[in-house]
T-cell receptor, first 113, second 111 residues
Framework: NAGVTQTPKFRILKIGQSMTLQCTQD?????MYWYRQDPGMGLKLIYY???????DKGEVPNGYNVSRSTTEDFPLRLELAAPSQTSVYFC????????????FGPGTRLSVL | DAKTTQPPSMDCAEGRAANLPCNHS???????VYWYRQIHSQGPQYIIH???NNETNEMASLIITEDRKSSTLILPHATLRDTAVYYC????????????FGTGTRLTIIP
């Protein structure tokens, strides 16, 4: 199993541009998550999904959109990039048993200039 | 979810046991204690979790006090590859998927 994979690894955007961060997992996990991590800080939840067709907001959803058309994929969309969205983005997934752990991808480092 | 308090940094000699404390004095009865770590620039990695009893796996041991107000993560024989930020998280899974990461403890293993 490749686990959770994310593309791209790095990206530089200009203010106002848009992009999609890709996340794929091959573990057949129903639950998937997007987090962001600002320098020196812990992770904050942006959006999550408990299954195909179901998404919900996390702690910091403004400026982002998500979709979940398949179990494997959970893309994160930035429509109008702003400098405040400069961060490292992590995708995660887990089995929907009550106390099961989350598996994280390697992250996407995004700079908005 | 209950909040946690961890020391910002710790050092440990290579080959010794690393003991990382965490206070969670407001933990409720249905909240689990989780430990994750993040090695520089990588995604967080799950280590271990528990509810009431002490737990051990191939990576670490988790000691939870009887009143559940604090816990200790033990890495029995620390290596240089254990240098990372360690996060203690308490989580109740009843209808809330948010996993709250604080700023953790930066553990440095000294050769």
């Amino acid at each position: 199993n490749a686990g959770v994979t994310q593309t791209p690894k790095f990206r530089i955007l200009k203010i106002g541009q848009s992009m999609t961060l890709q996340c794929t997992q091959d573990m057949n996990h129903n639950y998937m998550y997007w987090y962001r991590q600002d320098p020196g800080m812990g992770l904050k939840l942006i959006y999550y999904s408990v299954g195909a067709g179901i998404t919900d907001k996390g702690e910091v959803p403004n400026g982002y959109n998500v979709s979940r058309s398949t179990t494997e994929d959970f893309p994160l969309r930035l429509e109008l990039a702003a400098p405040s969205q400069t961060s490292v983005y992590f995708c995660a997934s887990r089995v929907p048993l009550r106390d099961n752990e989350q598996f994280f991808g390697p992250g996407t480092r995004l700079s908005v200039l | 979810d209950a909040k946690t308090t961890q020391p910002p940094s710790m050092d440990c000699a290579e080959g010794r046991a690393a003991n990382l404390p965490c206070n969670h004095s407001t933990i409720s009865g249905n909240e689990y204690v989780y430990w994750y770590r993040q090695i520089h620039s990588q995604g967080p990695q799950y280590i271990i979790h528990g509810l009431k009893n002490n737990e051990t796996n191939e990576m670490a041991s988790l000691i939870i006090t009887e009143d559940r107000k604090s816990s200790t993560l033990i890495l029995p024989h620390a290596t240089l590859r254990d240098t990372a930020v360690y996060y203690c998280i308490v989580k109740d899974w009843s209808g809330n998927e948010k996993l709250t990461f604080g700023t953790g403890t930066r553990l440095t293993i000294i050769p």
